[in-house]
């Protein structure tokens, strides 16, 4: 399965816009992108996911570059609740080892 | 709440045990996730299953085994435990094995072996 590269960690603002970087220079024309983010003390949660347009939801946007060998999570104003780990993963298909690595840690700051 | 209920929350246990965790998936989810996390190597895939049947497999210890039921609930089976084997080990379901499909996951299991 194809692999993620993340930063460690982001710093952030309060209210202020948040772009969360992954590059998966490796990935396959049948992956989705899929983002989760886990808050202290719970398990991962669901944030978004696209395969080759640009995603909105209601949590956050999801930016997928145009050769898919990078994508952006935008959280559009960040609240301390943002504050989690986020991981960005590929899925390719009923078989995929859905490995997670060890994310991004984004802070954010009052 | 993501619908998806791991049990026991807590386990305390001695080296050299066998324990069995527990996971009920979301209502209609067919397809079954078990994964542990551990301060220094993050969200570790281990295993995957589909109606019952087990699908993908990630770096599972032999020590370590599961399996879907046919009510679609799985259970984790860690076996001579170890030190190193204290973790959180989450469960997560999925409607089916698709690529787009959402995962969801339990609150975990928090396992201690002393």
């Known amino acids: 399965d194809a692999k993620t590269t993340q930063p460690n960690s982001m710093e952030s603002n309060e209210e202020e816009p948040v772009h969360l970087p992954c590059n998966h220079s490796?990935?396959?024309?049948?992956?989705?992108i899929h983002w989760y983010r886990q808050l202290p003390s719970q398990g991962p949660e669901y944030v978004i996911h696209?395969?080759?347009s640009n995603v909105n939801n209601r949590m956050a946007s999801l930016a997928i570059a145009e050769d898919r060998k990078s994508s952006t999570l935008i959280l559009h104003r960040a609240t301390l609740r943002d504050a989690a780990v986020y991981y960005c993963?590929?899925?390719?298909?009923?078989?995929?080892?859905?490995?997670f690595g060890k994310g991004i840690t984004l802070s954010v700051r009052p | 709440d993501s619908g998806v209920t791991q049990t026991p929350k807590h386990l305390i246990t001695a080296t050299g045990q066998r324990v069995t965790l527990r996971c009920s998936p979301r209502?209609?989810?067919?397809?079954v996730y078990w994964y542990q996390q551990s301060l220094d190597q993050g969200l570790q895939f281990l295993i995957q299953?589909?109606?019952?049947?087990?699908?993908a497999k990630g770096n599972i210890l032999e020590r370590f085994s599961a399996q879907q039921f046919p009510d679609l609930h799985s259970e984790l089976n860690l076996s001579s435990l170890e030190l190193g084997d204290s973790a959180l080990y989450f469960c997560?379901?999925?409607?089916?094995?698709?690529?787009?499909?959402?995962?969801?996951f339990g609150s975990g299991t928090q396992l201690s072996v002393l």
């Open positions: 299953y589909y109606n019952g049947e087990e699908r």
């Open positions: 209502s209609g989810d067919l397809s």
């Open positions: 490796t990935i396959s024309g049948t992956d989705y």
């Open positions: 997560a379901s999925s409607l089916d094995a698709r690529p787009y499909e959402k995962l969801f």
């Open positions: 696209g395969l080759t």
């Open positions: 993963i590929l899925i390719r298909g009923a078989n995929s080892k859905l490995t």
